[in-house]
């Protein structure tokens, strides 16, 4: 195993999810089971990583929650381990799952309470503005919920662009 390879993706990995607004441990975790080819106990990514068990732990629960790592139980050990969901479509289709469900669908649900509210009272209100926001992100929401409900149909169109190396 390259650890100098590992150690480099990890590291980038995690700068690449703080500049997502994902903290650097989780990214980092998350680096860590993506580069790997097997399981990850706790302790050992503790290590691995030289960061705190409950960060680690924290972490783990984060991943979980965006279905990018599943917990893993290896026969003849007691430990739970964790591993990356192997298929890096689904890990995107996860992520892009979550993150309109976490992101795109609060900020939609405000700007059109907001539009609402701001016909009704307009004075020094930027409605026209606010109405094209509103307009645009309905618009992102229609491509991404076309986009999760045919993920077969968006690798088929990905497969369509040049492959160039």
């Known amino acids: ?3 100098d390879l590992i150690s480099q993706f990890v590291e980038t990995w995690g700068t690449m999810g703080s500049s997502w607004g994902v903290s650097n441990s989780v990214a980092r975790v998350h680096g860590l089971l993506i580069i790997t080819d097997r399981p990850w106990c706790i302790d050992e990514i ?3 990583l030289q960061i705190s068990k ?7 629960k984060e991943l979980r929650s965006w279905s990018v790592v599943k917990k893993v139980f290896l026969p003849g050990d007691r430990r739970e381990f964790y591993a990356c969901e192997s298929d890096a479509w689904e890990m995107l289709f996860n992520i892009m799952r ?17 539009c609402e509210q701001a016909k009704e009272a307009p004075f020094g209100i930027a409605v026209d503005r606010l109405v ?20 077969a149909q968006v690798k088929a169109l990905v497969s369509l662009f040049p492959n160039k190396k």
Do not use: G, H, Y
Request: cysteine-free; hydrophobic content about 40%.
């Open 1 to 3: 195993m390259n650890q």
């Open 98 to 114: 979550q993150r309109k469900q976490r992101e795109l669908d609060p900020i939609l649900a405000s700007i059109s309470a907001t």
């Open 46 to 48: 503790v290590e691995k």
């Open 132 to 151: 094209q926001m509103k307009q645009m992100l309905e618009v992102f929401d229609k491509l991404a919920s076309l986009a999760l409900k045919s993920e």
């Open 54 to 60: 409950s960060n680690v732990s924290t972490s783990l």
